[in-house]
């Protein structure tokens, strides 16, 4: 298990490096900006052991794993990525992720929190219904096609590209692959370790499977901000927050119905609470930046409630 572990998150430092530098040529060839690139391409792809995982577990009725998964993930790709990524270099925002991306981040969590703390479909246990997992699509699909129009009308010069279009295509290609790849691998080997010292489901899924799937994001942002492509860093956490709770988990609610567990709002409520820190980081200062500061308060936030979340506190 631990050869496993080990070997997963060396496939994953080397699967994001290839992604960085495939997504980053890929959008200089295009003529579209790193930031567009990341909260598509690149989101999507990291977002695909979530993906995965979800799929799995509404298929086998672990539907605690299910929601803890999404709102595991986004609470660590906000606070534990983005905190991460800006210790290794300062992160600049585009007035576009501050203006809209950022605030959709924040209304996921509050449209979580109100889904499954009212009753709003007379269903007789609270949670995410078929109905509500189909609002949360439409709103995806709302964002894809702003996302797919904003690249559209977007007039940006083709810049100098270093590297021939089969390799830029091929390196993008292998490194989602080897993110998948070394996403599942440490997610399996820590999950089974866990399961063996008696760790109940919810709490795998808002730690263990959470960080575990969420390993590409923090592999691809971390590198980018290494590489000082603050675009690809946050475009990365907020695409994958959006896909994440807007399709994944809006799927996996019209596939089955994802009843509530205990310690829900909490989550939802911390989703949007992560979210409205990182804004706020950005508009309070003027060249909308998260300074190395900013990432250890995000650190921070996370570890008093991971704390508190496992009883520790």
Known sequence: MVICFVGGLAILVKGADWLVDGASDLAKRL?????????TVVAFGTSMPEFIVNMTSVSTHSTDLAITNVLGSNIINTLVILGCSALVFPIVAKKETVRIEL???IIAGIMTLLFVWANWCGETVKGISRLEGSVLLLVFVGFLFK?????????????EHKMP???????????????VLGGELVVRSATKIAQQAGIPESIIGLTIVALGTSLPELATSVMASFKHNSDIAIGNVVGSNIFNVFFILGTSALIRPLPAYQGVELDSFLVALSGAVVWLLLICNKKQTINRWGGALLLTIYAVYLSFRLGVI
């Open 147 to 159: 996302s797919i129009k904003s690249t559209k009308s977007a007039v940006t010069e083709k810049a």
């Open 103 to 105: 605030p959709l981040t």
């Open 31 to 39: 003529g579209v900006s790193d930031l567009m690139i990341g909260l």
């Open 165 to 179: 279009l089969w390799k830029c295509v091929l390196l993008v290609l292998v490194g989602l692959a080897s993110l």
